[in-house]
């Protein structure tokens, strides 16, 4: 049994009057896993998402490919350790809402991630999510 994380990272290259800056952006985080050299289960959580009302984007949430079922799942977004959106059904996303409007603070927020495979694999994975205005 092998589990699996991937993290997609580019590096952003700005060259502006001669100067050059590099950095990185990781895109999104990719947790799979595999049991006797066959890929039984994959999540995959974006880093960023843009709740702005133009229908793209406007959500956050895992996406769960393979077997899963809503039993067992757990899916929590945090700011400064706070609870602010708690999901136990893999279909509801994040609309970027705190105490029911839309976050006016664009930056990181965290996340914690509770999904059981059909194998009984448990995977318990948090991240950041930046929410984007």
Not at 12 to 32: H, K, M, N, P, V
Not at 57 to 73: A, K, Y
């Amino acid at each position: 049994m092998k589990s699996v994380l991937i993290v997609f990272t580019f590096v952003l290259l700005l060259i502006s009057e001669g100067c050059r800056q590099a950095d990185d952006l990781t895109t999104a985080y990719i947790f799979s896993h595999e049991l006797d050299g066959r890929l039984v289960s994959k999540i995959y959580v974006p880093n960023s998402f843009s709740p702005d009302g133009d229908y793209i984007n406007d959500q956050f949430g895992p996406v769960l490919d393979g077997g899963f079922d809503n039993s067992g799942f757990s899916f929590k977004i945090y700011s400064k350790n706070e609870l602010i959106f708690e999901s136990q059904s893999r279909t509801i996303f994040w609309d970027g809402s705190i105490n029911g409007q839309i976050s006016k603070i664009p930056g990181p927020y965290s996340w914690t991630l509770k999904a059981t495979d059909t194998t009984g694999y448990t995977y318990s994975v948090n991240g950041v999510v930046t929410l984007l205005k």
